[in-house]
């Protein structure tokens, strides 16, 4: 029997999410699938469509086996924090084997190459090739992107040409920072990579006969359209009492951002030049779009800036190193039977009940479960505004649990 770990958002659960189940399934010969997924704020800055709880049984229905939260401290981070949180916490089950991905690229051996190669911190030229590009005014996305092209050069256009390639689409970049993110941890997981069908990331619209991304099925939901959804996930997402988005977070957002004004700088990814942006900005912006977009500059990207609003409403401070084991796993909901796999994990808290397991945890490892809890009662406050629906707070909360 073995276990394969998929860290996702499920923002929400689709066609394409199911497709990557079934062939991880099939590739590896695995019979239990572990999802580690963001609760109810995911990484490219803002709220999930959905709450965690809907994503959670969505997934269990259409194939996963165990669902897991992501702590909102890495939920709402860079791809690189993101991909280390999500490693962190398969690596922390004990019991999982493998860890899957969706990706561009779908070359494993590929996508190897460069995770070692940005794991290793013995690489003074391309570190100065990317000080050099960054002072030059380039986001750190791109920046990156050239160093490694430069980097790469030595192999010939052709080289240069699949370096652009694998680092200027989103997946691939994610699955880079896995294998960077267990290489550096010394997991025993095996990487295990999928090649992404239908849409890109980023596209809208139709696209024949391929899945849908996330993107557009976000965008069509807001007209009733369930269109890329399968069935059983179907039927949970439109029982949600409705759909968030970021602009319903705006008068909370500002207001931590004023009252946090002269201590920007401790917020995790918040850099002195972005404070300053921040400081300037809040007192004429009307809406969080509209200070998305007065904040943006040359080498801050948008995302990054919507993330950096968010920890600083969650009062996500700077780590000074990270967490190569969790001291708490939260289990939002599993499929009957799986549950024999928790008592397997041996570096880690698994909470199932929170009330209960709650009181297994103290000091640094409490505030850091109560961050959690205080980012998704934010998030169900706005959803009962939004909607005029009740729902319970987190420690009324049952364990999912699906035949």
């Given at each position: 029997m073995s276990v394969a770990g998929i860290i996702c958002e499920y923002n929400p659960f689709h066609e394409g999410h199911k497709y990557l189940?079934?062939?991880?399934?099939?590739?590896?010969?695995?019979?239990?699938?572990?999802?580690?997924?963001?609760?109810?704020?995911?990484?490219?800055?803002?709220?999930?469509?959905?709450?965690?709880?809907?994503?959670?049984?969505?997934?269990?229905?259409?194939?996963?086996?165990?669902?897991?939260?992501?702590?909102?401290?890495?939920?709402?981070?860079?791809?690189?924090?993101?991909?280390?949180?999500?490693?962190?916490?398969?690596?922390?089950?004990?019991?999982?084997?493998?860890?899957?991905?969706?990706?561009?690229?779908?070359?494993?051996?590929?996508?190897?190459?460069?995770?070692?190669?940005?794991?290793?911190?013995?690489?003074?030229?391309?570190?100065?090739?990317?000080?050099?590009?960054?002072?030059?005014?380039?986001?750190?996305?791109?920046?990156?992107?050239?160093?490694?092209?430069?980097?790469?050069?030595?192999?010939?256009?052709?080289?240069?040409?699949?370096?652009?390639?694998?680092?200027?689409?989103?997946?691939?970049?994610?699955?880079?920072?896995?294998?960077?993110?267990?290489?550096?941890?010394?997991?025993?997981?095996?990487?295990?990579?999928?090649?992404?069908?239908?849409?890109?990331?980023?596209?809208?619209?139709?696209?024949?006969?391929?899945?849908?991304?996330?993107?557009?099925?976000?965008?069509?939901?807001?007209?009733?359209?369930?269109?890329?959804?399968?069935?059983?996930?179907?039927?949970?997402?439109?029982?949600?009492?409705?759909?968030?988005?970021?602009?319903?977070?705006w008068q909370m957002c500002a207001y931590a951002l004023f009252s946090r004004r002269d201590r920007l700088e401790e917020v995790k990814d918040i850099s002195p030049e972005l404070a300053n942006r921040f400081r300037d900005c809040l007192y004429e912006a009307v809406s969080f779009h509209d200070f998305i977009n007065r904040c943006k500059t040359k080498n801050i990207t948008m995302a990054r800036i919507r993330r950096c609003v968010f920890q600083t409403l969650f009062g996500v401070g700077k780590m000074p190193e990270r967490e190569r084991k969790l001291p708490y796993i939260r289990l939002l909901g599993m499929r009957r039977g799986a549950e024999v796999y928790l008592k397997q994990a041996r570096e880690t808290v698994i909470l199932s009940r929170l009330l209960r397991d709650s009181k297994r945890l103290e000091g640094e490892a409490l505030q850091k479960l109560n961050q959690d809890i205080f980012a998704s009662d934010i998030y169900r406050s706005t959803m009962m505004s939004v909607s005029g629906a009740y729902a319970p707070d987190e420690f009324k909360r049952p364990l999912i649990v699906v035949q």
């Open positions: 189940i079934q062939k991880v399934k099939e590739t590896t010969g695995a019979d239990t699938i572990a999802a580690v997924m963001s609760g109810d704020f995911v990484q490219r800055g803002g709220p999930a469509a959905a709450d965690k709880y809907a994503r959670a049984k969505m997934a269990l229905l259409e194939g996963a086996d165990l669902v897991f939260e992501l702590p909102v401290r890495y939920a709402v981070s860079s791809a690189e924090d993101f991909a280390w949180g999500g490693i962190a916490a398969l690596k922390s089950l004990s019991f999982v084997d493998y860890y899957c991905f969706g990706c561009e690229s779908g070359d494993l051996e590929e996508l190897k190459r460069a995770g070692s190669f940005f794991a290793s911190e013995e690489q003074p030229e391309y570190q100065a090739r990317l000080a050099g590009e960054l002072r030059s005014g380039l986001p750190y996305p791109a920046a990156r992107e050239k160093a490694y092209q430069e980097a790469c050069s030595e192999g010939g256009s052709r080289e240069i040409s699949a370096a652009h390639a694998l680092l200027s689409s989103p997946n691939n970049i994610l699955a880079i920072e896995y294998i960077k993110a267990a290489e550096q941890m010394g997991s025993r997981m095996e990487p295990v990579a999928v090649r992404r069908q239908g849409m890109g990331y980023h596209e809208s619209g139709n696209c024949g006969d391929g899945y849908l991304s996330a993107t557009a099925i976000r965008a069509n939901m807001k007209s009733g359209d369930f269109s890329g959804i399968p069935a059983a996930a179907k039927e949970v997402l439109q029982r949600a009492p409705c759909f968030l988005e970021a602009e319903d977070f």
